[in-house]
């Protein structure tokens, strides 16, 4: 049997690399309120949607929110977009699923194993579905704030 179809390899693998991205992500980027930097350079992009218009599209400030919630500034993540803590924990907890899930696979724990799988598949979309609408409703409020400034 090739390595690759051993019970367990995919999931391990995937809960692996997830968090290997998440901890690479911590070390070689940083954020501010006003940009994410990348070995202490920032990146000069600059929302075209904010610039021409003056308000912000649904993406502006997630990917400082992230890079904050990488750093443990959960408040400033939460205030700049509250889909970027959100969405982390979720990334985090789905890596952690993984790596539980191949554990069991290698373990024999077929029993907990089905049991792991049926919650998966049941809280994955509920925490999806629910992040969608922390990301449009923080998008929504910082519209709104946006075009009342103006």
Do not use: N
């Not at 290698?106 to 969608?132: D, L, M, N, S």
């Amino acid at each position: 049997m090739a390595s690759t179809q051993k019970p367990g390899f995919a999931a391990f693998t995937i809960g692996c690399v997830t968090l290997a991205d998440a901890l690479a992500a911590r070390c070689l980027l940083r954020a501010d309120q006003a940009h994410v930097f990348v070995l202490g350079r920032p990146i000069e992009w600059v929302c075209a949607l904010r610039s021409r218009f003056g308000l912000p599209c649904p993406t502006c400030g997630l990917t400082r929110s992230v890079v904050m919630s990488l750093h443990g500034e959960f408040g400033a993540a939460w205030r700049m977009a509250p889909a970027g803590p959100v969405a982390l924990f979720g990334m985090i907890a789905f890596a952690l699923a993984m790596l539980a899930l191949a554990w069991s696979q290698w373990a024999g724990a077929f029993q907990w194993e089905a049991q792991a799988r049926a919650w998966i598949r049941k809280v994955t979309p509920i925490y999806a579905a629910a992040t969608v609408a922390i990301w449009i409703g923080g998008w929504a409020v910082g519209f709104q704030a946006a075009l009342a400034a103006r």
